[in-house]
């Protein structure tokens, strides 16, 4: 009987690390990204999963002959020498002598766009989003997604190593955690229920089973209005933890994650963050400034008038980011003690001041991308706060289970995947940072 041992695995497709192999006879599987005909021998790129690879094609190395069938895009196994050379700068470089070719298969049609450029030149966003699928082929585009892997990377490793489990928690749920309108609702078999607009009433309850959880998921987001910073489904970066001393530790740890996830990116991450010409902010420490601090500043240093002092606009949080730059040589600032009238119901208020709460936000280059904080963990606490919010506590008996039979002091955070990463490659528009957007006029590819 034929049996199946998990043993064999195809590696022609993976780094394939040259100059480990100078004068071997290799393989390698992939795209042709490019072909360049020269007189007498050609230039074959050949794109793997991280890399483009140069093989030449020459008629008298090549069992293979070059014909117009072999084309972009084609998908082929290359087998040749590795040869070393120099590059302009007198550095080492690796090709590929080609000895054969195996055509794995053709394309149908020819791009509708040019993919194999640098970047994509001259092509509009929206033609870019409804070419996804294939223009993320393209190396620079792809940068990007493989970047934002380290950073989605970096978040889940720094948890794991500092004691967080990692949850999943489900996306159909009888309440919205996070109120107000901006909730998707579902027709359930006859009940309406929502889309999570976060896992946070889920991320409590796992902390009274294992004290630290973090998540990477889908979160949704019925935001009616088209900005460049809003998806209606985004990747949540969220953690939870208990038997907190403060909110502090709460900043701290995520402190601690960005420095980790900026030099995974600059360690295992440094082609793709050479090929978009990528910033990593360097973290020593991150600034602190109250709320109310923050909106004096606002006011005074830049003669703003703020439309609302309980949140801050996008004109605002670039002002504080501006500030922060200049001033304080950082590129993020956590501003902490949000108004409680803006805080969700879960959110514990400052027993110095209960208009305001033990909370913060993390703005990064002028634009939020962290909100959190200190939970309230005393049942009969969170019953009159949810009372006082206008809530109906009955609504919540699973929710509250947490709270009625022992909860610690506890608090997290939630952080934008997509947001981070538009930042951190100075995007304009957080949909560049987003594989497959979806927004109000956007559901598909
Ligand atoms: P904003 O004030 O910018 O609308 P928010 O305060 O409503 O954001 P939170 O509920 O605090 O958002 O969500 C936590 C984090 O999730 C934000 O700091 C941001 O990074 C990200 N985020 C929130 N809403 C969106 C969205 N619609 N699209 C993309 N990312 C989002
Ligand atoms: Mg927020």
Redesign the pocket.
Known sequence: MKTITGELFNTDTAYADFGKKADEIVSVSGYVHRIREMTGFAFIILRTARELIQCVYAPEFSEYRLDEKLCEEACVKITGKVVGSKDRDGNDRYELQIHDIKILSLPAETLPIVINKKQLDGIQLNTVLDLRPISMRNPKERAIFKLQEGIARGFREFLMKNGFTEIRSPKINFAGA?GGTNVFKLDYFGKTVFLA??PQLYKQALVGVFNRVFEIAPVF?A?HHDTS????E?I?MDFEMGFINGFEDIMNMETGALKYIMNLLKTEYAEEVAILHADIPEITEIPCMKFMDAKELIMNKFKYTPSDMK?FDPAEEEMLGKYAKKELNSDFIFITHYPSKKRPFYTMDDPENPEFTLSF?LLFRGL????GGQRIHDYNEQIEKMKKCGMNPDAFETYLMFHKYGAPPHGGL???L???TMHLLGFKN?REATMFPRDINRVAP
């Open positions: 996070e607009q976060s987001r935001e910073r809003h998806l209606n985004y949540s949140d936000d939020e991308i962290t909100s939630g952080l934008g997509e947001r981070l957080v």
